[in-house]
Structures are given as C-alpha cells and as structure tokens.
C-alpha cells in the first residue's frame, strides 16, 4: 500500500482535467466562519432517536455535464461513508446517490457530533430499506462491516440488503498491476479522466471533523462532504467502466514463454 501512495503523487494522465470543469462547489463569499446551511443546502431532520442533518438535492445541480450512467434502477445505491478512524470510533457522514423514478438525487446524511450517531444510523437503515440493492468500492470489505459494528454497539437491527456489488473486486480484476494503484482516484485519473485538484485527503477527514464540533464552521464540514460528494458519483461514472469483460486500457505484457526444446 506504501509503495500505491507513492505511485500516485505524481500520477496525472495528460488527458485528466481538473474536477473543476465538472462540478459546482460551493462559494465562500468571505474568509468568515459561516453556518454548514449557509454553504450546502441541508435540514435538521428528527427521527425517534433525536435529530441529525441530511443534505438532499438533484446531482445535476452538483455534476454538470453528466456522463453515461448504469441503469436508473430506484432500488440500487451507491454509497460511502465518512469515520472518525478505524473499528470502536463513531461513524458521522453516509453519502449516497440513488435515481427516484424522476432524476439522479445526491444525498447525504450527517452525525454533526457523536450523540448524533444512532439517529445517523436510523435514517441509513430507512434508506438501506428501501433501496437495498448496494454499490461501493471496498465496501463490503470496510463500510459495511463498519456499520454493522455501530448498529450492534447502539443495539439497532443491521438492516437487510439484496445485493452488495463491490467496484474495487472488479477494479483488481481488471487493472492490478496495470495502473499504478486500485486506489479510487487512480481509476478517476486514467479511466475518467478527472483530476481531483482541491479536494481534502482522506487522512484529514478525522481531523476535519473534531475541529467542526470544536469551532462548528460549516466551511471545514463542507470540505469533507465535498470529498464524499465526490467519492460517491465516481461509483456512478466508474461503474460502466468495470462492469465489462473487456479491458479499456492495454493489459500488462506477458513474458514470452520459453521455446520448447529442439528434437534431435
């Protein structure tokens, strides 16, 4: 995994353009701490558990121009979720994007401090309900497993799903070996060719999110639900690209194999 990270510093495909040319962030009018609902449009949602906050709102609103996009299936959901570290910590964003029979939706629901954990947890197990068809990249290996420990330390039923596809099994499939990593802004760089030029490290979620509950401006929680956001339509417009038999990109060359021996 080390020697993935260090590959990808410097990996930017000529042909990658910045994220920029594809999707609206929010404006900061001053350099001054603002409200979250000042910068992304959001509620406070109640639930039998006390309330948390969702953001909901057309992706086209987010990403334009959209590309090729799997089947708008109401029942599937692309998701990823956003921790304050490993096992044993809370969980406080579920990012998703699902098609409600009209249009593609972006959604996200957010934990705005710990307490808010098990209401957070409801309104994922309603979403889970009724889209129960999952899609990630890795996570029936880390997300799901993830929540599954949070719903049993908060005593709440794991909610029941249909499918789980997983992009990052297919990812390895095709491309191990062939791209300098299977990290999800590799495939972005070389398969979608979009560059993530402002976009906060993954590494810098947790802290990210202690110095929202400590100093609550809403521009240091818009940064990490920017890279959830993104993190979450990548699944979208990678999907088509993994989900085939061919390989879009050349695959590593074989050794030739060695010449069978002369007969005398």
Sequence with gaps: MEK???ADENDRPPYAKADRENFVFFELP???PMRLEEIIPGREIATP???CWLSERPLREFWSPMPSMPPPDPARLWFDIETQGGRGQPGFLFGAVFHDGHEWILWQALARDPSEE???LHVVTEIVHERPRLISYSGSKNDWPF???RWSLHKMKTPAFHDHLDLFDNAQAL???VL???RLVTLERHLCARWRESDLPSGYIPIAYVDWQEHRDGR??????LHNALDVVSLLELEPLLCVEAVPLPTRALAAPPPLPQQA
């Design 175 to 177: 491309y191990r070996g």
């Design 30 to 32: 001053h350099e001054q």
């Design 180 to 182: 300098p990593s299977c």
């Design 147 to 149: 929540l599954q420990s």
């Design 4 to 6: 993935d990270r260090k």
């Design 118 to 120: 098990k209401a957070w």
């Design 49 to 51: 558990h006390g309330p």
């Design 220 to 225: 240091m929680i818009a940064q990490v639900m």
